[in-house]
Structure formats: structure tokens, C-alpha cells
């Protein structure tokens, strides 16, 4: 029998050379610097052009028009390598196409579903260098130039997040882990706000009505030797959470280091440990994962917000606003309304302050937590209609902070 070689079988998919030649409007990554094949030749390899996905082979498949197209006869194992190596490829690009890459997921999402394979599992395998792909793509990315990104703005990043999540605490520490190593802060607040990464527990669900942290971190790091910084921060419903949770706290990377500021209630064992007592509210900063150790010279300031809303008070019978006299007899009980004076919270570390991942050492420390009872007026944020509480029931306040060795109660941190 005589073959014609000239004829190709009618389901085999193009050449690469003649998809390569005439394709001209499949969208690309920048610059194409995505490599065609992330595979040897003698695994399975993919071709970048929109073709179906076959039913045929050991898995189903849908039939969906997308960029990448699989072969029809692999393997689970082949399809997984297959998705491995585009993966790889898509976060070795620095600047990637966002809708590109969306399209290139959700073609390997529906390729793994026809196999029993799960997308999200495949991206928390550490199957890059003996990390995962997201801390690839934090690595690799480029810093932000604007505020869009912290809005909102869609990258490789996040859609390579979306396609990971729900995920585990430890990829969640090597997230964090990759945003301490670009110090990035910017990227690191955008991703506290995503609920991918930082989804609210229960209890805050249920009472904030959300479903991502909603607090508000900026830092400033200050120019000079001693690592100076300042942290400034907003925690809605302040009371409310810490009453219910018992815990309320801010993360943020400030001189490549990851911190958490907490306000929490003292527990018996803290007590029992020559703690506060039992039920006492205490601010306390402590070092997270993967920071080295430092001193730490800082304070919490805490301003008096009464006076940053005027709102008359209002005669039940006109309903014309009236003014109360600060000699009013009420003056003594309620105080007048002139602005109260800060509330200032030292926080100093008599060893060096460390993670609580680390063993403890006789000379290192692992939280600088100060009793809010022990500072005059701090006491105060505890109760319902305090003048240190915004009207939308938010805390906001500032820590200034030095990575030296406390010399005295020297009043400005930073200066």
C-alpha cells in the first residue's frame, strides 16, 4: 500500500512553524519574551495558538477556544508536567499580560479538570527552585509606579492569585516572605486588602460584613542611619472587634522587616508569667517570620479626634442648632469639648527583639508589650464614646519607631 506523505491527518494540530508564521491576532506577552515550548521536545509539548481542547485520551476535556493547545493523547502525569512548565515560563516574565494570562490559566484549569487535577493544588507544589510559582512572580515583578496597583489593578500577580486561592498558612508565609525580601510595602498592603490572601475570620465576617481586612497601613521610612520609620493606621470598628475577638492587629514590612502591631486582651497564662492581669487591654509589637532581630526604640501616638467632627447639638423644639457653654452644669461630668492632649505609649525593648519562630535566648525578647492601664489616658479607647475613638467607631493612631537601642524617654523617635 502507498502512503501520500503530503497529507496530514485531519485532527493533528498545525505545525508550530506555520502557526508561528501566520498567526497575527493571537495576543501576546510583551516584547514575546515568553518562551514557545516550557518543555523539552521529548515531553509533551503546546503550541500557542486558538485551537479546542480534544475529548479524546484518557481524560475529557471541554472543548474551549483558548491559547494553549494540549495533546490528545497524554497522561495525567504529562498533562501536569505540561501545566508545570507553563507556569514557569509565564512567571520568569517580568512585565506579563494580565489578560494573557488569564487566558493561559483558565486553559490549564480546564485542561487539569478534565484529568482529576486540581490548578490550585499544582500552583502551591514548590516546583520552581524549591518555591512556589506566586513567590516567582513577586520576585520577579516590577514595583509599583502609582497608586493604581494598590486600587486595584489587575497584573500577573493577581491573576496568578486567583487561580491559587483558597491558600495554605504555608504559602501564605512564603507570600509574605517573597514581599520582605523586595521590601515592598505597597504590594504587601494591596494584598492584605485581597481576600485571597488575607480573608477575615468568622467572627470578623460576621461583624464587619466583609470578606478582607479593611485596615488602612502607610509607612514612611526616614531618612538616616538609625532605621528610622513611621507606621500610620486606621482599624475600623475598633471596640467593637476587640471585645468579640479579643485581638485586633496590623501587619506591615517596614526596613526589611516584617512587623505586627496588636492591641489584645491579656490572658491567665500571660498573667501567671509576670504579665498584666487577666482581661487587661495591652498594646504589643513583635517581629514576624524570616525578620532579624533588632532593638527597638518607638512610640504609639494616639490622637484626640472629638474635635475633628463638629457637630452642633440641636434643640428638640425649633430644631435650630444651639451652643452649649463649656460652664454648663454638666461641665464637670462630661468635660468640656476642647481637644484633650495625646496619648503617648513608649515602647522599648530591654533585649534585642526577635520572631517567636526563633528559639528564645537569654538575650533576645520576642514582644515589647505595654499595659494600656500603665499609660495615662490609654485606658480610655476601652470605653464606648471615648474622644480617642473616630465617629465611625475607628481607631487610627501612629508609632514611630528607631532600630536602636533605647536611650532614655527622648520625646521624638524619629527626629
Not at 104 to 115: F, H, K, Q, R
Not at 127 to 151: G, V
Not at 213 to 231: C, H, K, Q, R, S
Not at 341 to 370: D, G, W, Y
Request: aromatic share 6%.
Amino acid at each position: 500500500m502507498i502512503v501520500d506523505k503530503s497529507k496530514e491527518p485531519e485532527d493533528a494540530p498545525p505545525a508550530y512553524a506555520a502557526i508561528n508564521s501566520g498567526s497575527s491576532g493571537s495576543t501576546s506577552f510583551n516584547d514575546n519574551k515568553l518562551p514557545h515550548s516550557p518543555l523539552p521536545v521529548s515531553e509533551p509539548t503546546i503550541s500557542p495558538t486558538p485551537s479546542s481542547f480534544s475529548s479524546k485520551g484518557k481524560g475529557k476535556v471541554p472543548a474551549v477556544s483558548s491559547w494553549w493547545s494540549f495533546g490528545t493523547s497524554q497522561t495525567a502525569r504529562e498533562i501536569r508536567i505540561t501545566v508545570l512548565g507553563i507556569v514557569r515560563d509565564l512567571v520568569k516574565v517580568k512585565s506579563g499580560n494580565a489578560v494573557a494570562a488569564q487566558s493561559i490559566l483558565e486553559s490549564c484549569a480546564e485542561a487539569c479538570s478534565g484529568y482529576s487535577l486540581s490548578l490550585s493544588s499544582l500552583l502551591q507544589e514548590k516546583s520552581i527552585e524549591s518555591h512556589t510559582p506566586l513567590y516567582w512572580a513577586i520576585i520577579n515583578r516590577l514595583p509599583d509606579k502609582s497608586d493604581d496597583a494598590i486600587n486595584g489593578t489587575s497584573d500577573l500577580l493577581t491573576t496568578l492569585l486567583s487561580y491559587t486561592a483558597p491558600l495554605s498558612p504555608d504559602i501564605l508565609a512564603e507570600v509574605r516572605q517573597a514581599c520582605l525580601i523586595t521590601d515592598d510595602q505597597l504590594l504587601f498592603q494591596r494584598l492584605r486588602l485581597s481576600p485571597e490572601f488575607a480573608s477575615l475570620s468568622g467572627t470578623d465576617e460576621m461583624l464587619l460584613g466583609e470578606v478582607m481586612i479593611p485596615d488602612d497601613v502607610t509607612v514612611e521610612n526616614m531618612l538616616g542611619d538609625d532605621g528610622a520609620f513611621a507606621v500610620n493606621f486606621r482599624i475600623p470598628h475598633f471596640q467593637k472587634r476587640m471585645r468579640v475577638s479579643n485581638e485586633v492587629g496590623v501587619e506591615f514590612i517596614a526596613r526589611g522587616r516584617l512587623w505586627r502591631l496588636a492591641l489584645d486582651v491579656a490572658s491567665k497564662r500571660r498573667s501567671r508569667h509576670g504579665g498584666p492581669p487577666p482581661g487587661s487591654w495591652c498594646i504589643v509589637l513583635s517581629l514576624m517570620e524570616n525578620s532579624p532581630p533588632t532593638w527597638v526604640d518607638s512610640r504609639l501616638i494616639i490622637q484626640d479626634v472629638s474635635s475633628d467632627v463638629n457637630t452642633p447639638e440641636i434643640d428638640p423644639l425649633s430644631g435650630e442648632p444651639v451652643s452649649i457653654s463649656p460652664l454648663s452644669i454638666f461641665s464637670g461630668i462630661l468635660g468640656d469639648r476642647s481637644k484633650k492632649a495625646a496619648i503617648i505609649i513608649r515602647m522599648q525593648s530591654k533585649l534585642e527583639l526577635c520572631p517567636s519562630a526563633n528559639r528564645p535566648h537569654h538575650n533576645r525578647q520576642t514582644k515589647i508589650f505595654v499595659p494600656l492601664d500603665s499609660v495615662p489616658l490609654a485606658s480610655s479607647i476601652q470605653h464606648a464614646g471615648s474622644s480617642y475613638i473616630g465617629a465611625d467607631e475607628s481607631l487610627s493612631g501612629k508609632l514611630e519607631a528607631r532600630l536602636k537601642k533605647p536611650q532614655g524617654d527622648a520625646e521624638c523617635i524619629i527626629c
